[in-house]
C-alpha cells in the first residue's frame, strides 16, 4: 500500500482565452499564468493546437499534489506524463486517478 502523504500544491484549469501575464513552456508547447499570483493556488493553462500533451490534460482541471517521493507516488499508477523536470530541483508526472488527471510533484530544495 502507497504510505505517501500528498499536500496539495495546485489546481491546474484548461482554457482557451489568453490571459494576462502568459509565459510559454516551450519545450511542451503551452502557456500558463496565475499560480503565482493566486491565493488559493490555480492556474490557468492554454495549449498550442499541436501540443503533445494528453487530451485529458488538455480538456480536464488537474490537481497537483506535492510528494516526496515521486517514484514511491507513482507506483502502480495509471501513469499518463513520464516524470520530467520542468524545472530545476522539480520532478513531476500525471497520472488518471478516477477518470482524472492528477498532478504529483516532487521538489528538491537546494
Given at each position: 500500500m502507497n504510505r505517501e502523504k500528498y499536500r496539495f500544491h495546485h489546481l491546474g484549469i484548461p482554457t482557451t482565452k489568453k490571459r494576462k501575464n502568459?509565459?510559454?513552456h516551450s519545450d511542451?508547447?503551452?502557456?500558463?499564468?496565475?499560480?503565482?499570483?493566486?491565493e488559493f493556488k490555480?492556474?490557468?493553462m492554454r495549449f498550442e493546437d499541436d501540443c503533445s500533451l494528453p487530451e485529458i490534460v488538455q480538456t480536464v482541471p488537474h490537481l497537483?499534489?506535492?510528494v516526496d517521493n515521486l517514484e514511491q507516488a507513482i507506483e502502480g499508477r495509471q501513469l499518463i506524463i513520464e516524470p520530467n523536470s520542468p524545472s530545476k530541483g522539480v520532478k513531476v508526472a500525471f497520472i488518471v486517478e478516477n477518470q482524472a488527471p492528477v498532478e504529483l510533484i516532487e521538489i528538491k530544495e537546494d
Open positions: 502568459e509565459k510559454y511542451l508547447k503551452f502557456y500558463h499564468t496565475g499560480l503565482e499570483n493566486s490555480i492556474e490557468w497537483a499534489f506535492q
